[in-house]
C-alpha cells in the first residue's frame, strides 16, 4: 500500500479542512454536535496512518526479509506508533473534557501531548547531533 507523495498531501490537506470546517461550525454554534463528532475527520486520517503504519510493521515479518540495518527502522516505527497514540490519547481526553464527560483539571489532559512533543524534540536532536560510528 504506497501512496505517492501528492496523494498523502492531498488527503493530509481534505481531512484538515474537513476538520476546520466543522470546528468553525461548532464554534459559531452553527452545528449543535457533539465534540466527538467534529473531530471525526482526524480520527479517520489517524486510522489510515496507524494501518499503513502496522502493514509496514508487519511486513518486517514475511519471509525473504532482509533484516540488516532494520534495527534502526524498526525503532522508529515503534516511536511513530507511540506518537500516534499519544496523539488520540490527547483528542480523547480533549473531547472528553470539551463535552463534560469528565471532570479533569485541563493539566491532565494535556499531558499526552506534551509527551508527544518531548518526544518529537529528543527525535529531532537524535537525527540532527547522531553521528555514526562506521
Do not use: H
Amino acid at each position: 500500500m504506497r501512496m505517492s507523495l501528492a496523494q498523502r498531501v492531498l488527503l493530509t490537506w481534505l481531512f484538515t479542512l474537513l476538520f476546520l470546517i466543522m470546528l468553525v461550525l461548532k464554534l459559531d454554534e452553527k452545528a449543535p454536535w457533539n465534540w466527538f463528532l467534529i473531530f471525526i475527520p482526524v480520527w479517520i486520517f489517524d486510522t489510515i496512518l496507524l494501518v499503513m503504519l502496522i502493514v509496514k510493521m508487519a511486513g518486517r515479518c514475511k519471509s525473504g526479509f532482509d533484516p540488516r540495518n532494520g534495527s534502526q527502522n524498526i525503532k522508529k516505527k515503534a516511536w511513530y506508533l507511540i506518537a500516534m497514540l499519544l496523539k488520540l490519547t490527547f483528542c480523547l481526553a480533549l473531547c472528553a473534557k470539551l463535552q463534560r464527560f469528565t471532570t479533569m483539571k485541563l493539566a491532565y489532559v494535556f499531558i499526552p501531548l506534551w509527551a508527544l512533543l518531548i518526544g518529537g524534540m529528543v527525535e529531532l536532536g537524535y537525527n540532527i547531533f547522531y553521528v555514526r560510528r562506521d
